[in-house]
Structures are given as C-alpha cells and as structure tokens.
C-alpha cells in the first residue's frame, strides 16, 4: 500500500513532437475500466491494460481518498486472466494516451483523451498529472506547457468520471 500525492491541471494541448523529443519521454497507450465497488471506504477500484512499445501489462489497483490530493493506494500487475475475470466487474471504461517524462525531479504525464470521452470539456486540452513525494511540493512544470488551471480535486476532470460518460459494451 502506498499514499499517491498528485497534483492535476487542465493545460493546452501540447504538439506531440515537441512531447517527443524530451529526454526519457515513454508514451503509453491505456484502457482503464472502472469495476463494481467493493465498498464506501474504497473510492474506486479499476484494471488497466497498457501498452508500450508492442508490450501490454496489465494492473489492478485500489484507491481510498484520504485528502484532496493524497490516496492510499494499493496496486498489482496482473495476468491477462485476471484481467479477463475482472472486466466481468466492469462499469464504465476509459482509453487515452499518455506521455511521460522526468522533468525537475518529478515525472510528467500527460493525458490526451478522445473526444468522446473528454468531450467539449477537453477539447484542444488534456490533463497534466505530477505526482509528488508531500503535499508542500511545488513542482516545475515545464515552459513549452500552457497551464489552463488546477484541476486537483475537481471531479469532473477525474478519470472515473470520464470514464462515465461511456459504459463499457
């Protein structure tokens, strides 16, 4: 079990080349669906399948909110089994791309979503996430990234909920 610190900002969207040619850049293609709770005290419970550079992964993970930008979280790899057995849990699913690379001691990921989940609400934009080792952290964002506003708890740019706009078939 760990404690995830993360802040989260709605930033223009960046040109992929320029995201491309930063140093340790990894980019990641992700399916994250959003499983039946477990119970109130669990804040969601989800699968994800990654895929990078022609390798797939695949993660469960736990997360109990336990302030406005930590979460005890509990994750795990799985087997594409499991992951099976627990897509039969499914409520509502999201992909998106993710970019992400070491920037001033922290690492950057950016989120690119499709239109269909993010709607007008991201359109021309995606999601900046930094994770942080305390909540005084105050984290360099990089120049080249026009940061629109802070999202950090603000639901409606979570992931859960753009996962809901669209139930898994």
Known sequence: MNIEIERKFLIRLPDTALLMRQEGIRVMEMT???LV???????NRRVRKTSE???VEYTYTEKRR?????REEYESVISSEEYSE??????SFLEKTRYSFP????????????ER?????LSGCAILEIEMTSEDDDPAIPCFIEVLKEVTGIK???NIKLAKRIPRP
Request: aromatic share 12%; net charge neutral; hydrophobic share 30%.
């Open 156 to 158: 409606k740019y979570s």
């Open 66 to 70: 336990i302030s406005k930008i930590s």
């Open 32 to 34: 994250q669906t959003y």
């Open 103 to 114: 920037y001033g001691g922290h690492v950057i990921e950016i989120d690119v979503y499709p």
């Open 117 to 121: 989940f993010g709607g007008k609400a």
């Open 86 to 91: 627990k897509l039969l849990q499914a409520v």
């Open 37 to 43: 709770p477990l119970s109130e005290d669990i804040s």
């Open 53 to 55: 550079n022609g390798s």
